[in-house]
């Protein structure tokens, strides 16, 4: 059951969001605004990544952008100051590129989270950390659904990035008294992500393609099984994390226990955007080596502990997803 909480927590507070231009950061800077948090986003606005100025239409006016990298030291030790809480969100994130040239999640994913954490520890060791990881973490898991006792066992170099981002923050928390929150999030669609390139954000990616009236292509026997999160589900469960006290020192996964398979995704959609069509595809090679095949998360210990649990099932999630990329359209083509 959810519970309700109480967001008075972020009226008035500081909240710098790095990664805050990109699909789940704007969504959370839109959030804190609206709960009456003074947020600064920093973001490098790296062509290729999720960064959309447009992302932050609703609330340009009252939010603060830096434009700059969170691997620079002399830019993040500047920007934690004074700050009460540290949403860590920036990152490179396509497993696929990851594959190919494995330096920027190495130099992003590791050194910028250092970076990060050491600006905390020297300049504003109150700050409170947020730090985004992936259910990619766990790889292939052994049983479903994956709790996070389950081993990480990551299949790639973006999961692996992932993993050692975690434990930095973590060792942060444990030796320098930095407190932090560590989420393991599962597949998250919604409005403000990309819609340029397919080589991640699967859902939004078969939206696209179905709003342009082209095929789906739908790997394997369409079979697997994952959890798709809807983007307001997911700001809520990182507020929640950021409002609790008992959430510092703690790990928590995000996502939806009642799984759907990519056949019922792309039904779904098709039904919803009332044009494109879906057909099964054979796995290419790499994404066949990286597929964890079925997963979905348990979510019992943020439950118990937070009160959160998904509100919004995949048809609500997908018809918003779809009004919103109707309406702005031309802003993410
Ligand atoms: N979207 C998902 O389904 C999902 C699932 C699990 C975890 N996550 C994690 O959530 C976080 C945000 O993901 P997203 O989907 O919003 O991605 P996104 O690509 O939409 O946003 C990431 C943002 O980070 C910025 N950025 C990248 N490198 C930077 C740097 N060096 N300095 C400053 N800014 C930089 C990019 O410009 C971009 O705006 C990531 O850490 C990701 O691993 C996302």
């Not at 959370?28 to 062509?47: C, F, K, N, Q, Y």
């Not at 389950?150 to 050692?164: C, D, F, K, R, S």
């Not at 998360?297 to 918003?320: C, F, H, N, T």
Request: proline share 5%.
């Amino acid at each position: 059951m959810t519970t309700e909480f109480d967001s008075n927590v972020f009226r008035g507070a500081r909240a710098l969001i790095t990664g805050g231009m990109g699909f789940i950061g704007s969504n959370l800077a839109i959030a804190l605004v609206e709960r009456g948090a003074r947020v600064t986003i920093v973001d490098e606005m790296i062509s290729g990544y999720g960064g959309n100025l447009f992302n932050i239409e609703p609330i340009k006016d009252r939010v603060s952008i830096n434009y700059g990298d969170i691997r620079d030291a002399n830019v993040m030790n500047y920007l934690v100051r004074d700050q009460d809480f540290v949403f860590h969100l920036a990152g490179q994130v396509d497993h696929i590129m990851s594959l190919q040239d494995p330096f920027p999640d190495i130099d992003i994913n590791v050194k910028g989270t250092a970076v990060v954490m050491e600006a905390c520890r020297h300049h504003n060791p109150a700050a409170k950390v947020i730090y985004t990881g992936t259910r990619g973490q766990y790889g292939k898991p052994a049983k479903l659904p994956v709790n996070e006792q389950a081993p990480l066992q990551p299949l790639g170099i973006y999961e692996i990035t992932n993993v050692a981002a975690e434990r930095i923050v973590e060792a942060y928390h444990l030796v320098f008294g930095v407190r932090s929150c560590l989420l393991r999030i599962t597949n998250t669609y919604g409005p403000r992500a990309q819609m340029r390139h397919s080589r991640y954000g699967v859902v939004n990616w078969f939206v696209r393609l179905a709003l342009d009236d082209k095929t789906i292509p739908v790997f394997g026997d369409g079979r697997i099984q994952r959890d798709f999160l809807y983007i307001d589900d997911c700001v809520e469960a990182i507020l929640r994390c950021a409002a609790s006290d008992c959430a510092w020192g703690e790990v928590f996964n995000v996502g939806v226990d009642k799984p759907s398979n990519f056949v019922e995704l792309a039904e779904t959609v098709v039904r919803i955007a009332g044009s494109g069509r879906w057909e099964l595809t054979p796995f290419s090679p790499e994404r066949r080596a990286q597929e964890p095949g079925n997963f979905y998360s348990d979510i019992s210990k943020i439950r118990g502990m937070l009160g959160w649990q998904p509100k919004i099932g995949l048809e609500e999630g997908l018809q918003r997803t779809v009004d919103y990329y109707r309406k702005y359209k031309s802003h993410y083509w």
